[in-house]
Each structure stands twice: as C-alpha cells, then as structure tokens.
C-alpha cells in the first residue's frame, strides 16, 4: 500500500478521532450539544478506524 495512502488514513482517523472526543467533551461540560450529532461523529470516527485497520492488515499481509 502506498505510503501517502496510510498517512493519509492515518490522518483521517485522528481527525474523526479527536472531532468525537472535542464533542463529547462538550457534552460533559453541559454546553449546547446534541446526540444525535455526537453519535454522528462517533460513527464517522469509527468508521475512519475501520478503514484504516483494513489498510494495515492488506498491508501487513502484503508484506508477510
């Protein structure tokens, strides 16, 4: 797998990541949320996560 692929997945995963996180921390904090966006982002951020585990496992196997 090409290397500008992985970072590129890399980067959207901790975007998504770190998006969900800053929401949820709104959350706690009591600050005008909703869940229905908060479920959003955790969908979309586990998404990325998917994606890239199935990066790295075609690239692990590729090289195995």
């Given at each position: 797998?090409?290397?500008?692929?992985?970072d590129?997945?890399?980067?959207?995963?901790?975007?998504a990541?770190?998006?969900?996180?800053?929401?949820?921390?709104?959350?706690?904090?009591?600050?005008?949320?909703?869940?229905?966006?908060?479920?959003?982002?955790?969908?979309?951020?586990?998404?990325?996560?998917?994606?890239?585990?199935?990066?790295?496992?075609?690239?692990?196997?590729?090289?195995a």
């Amino acid at each position: 797998m090409p290397s500008d692929l992985m970072d590129q997945l890399l980067a959207e995963a901790r975007y998504a990541r770190e998006r969900y996180e800053l929401y949820k921390a709104r959350v706690y904090a009591g600050r005008p949320t909703t869940l229905t966006r908060l479920r959003e982002l955790e969908r979309v951020s586990e998404q990325a996560e998917e994606r890239l585990r199935h990066a790295q496992g075609q690239a692990q196997g590729v090289h195995a």
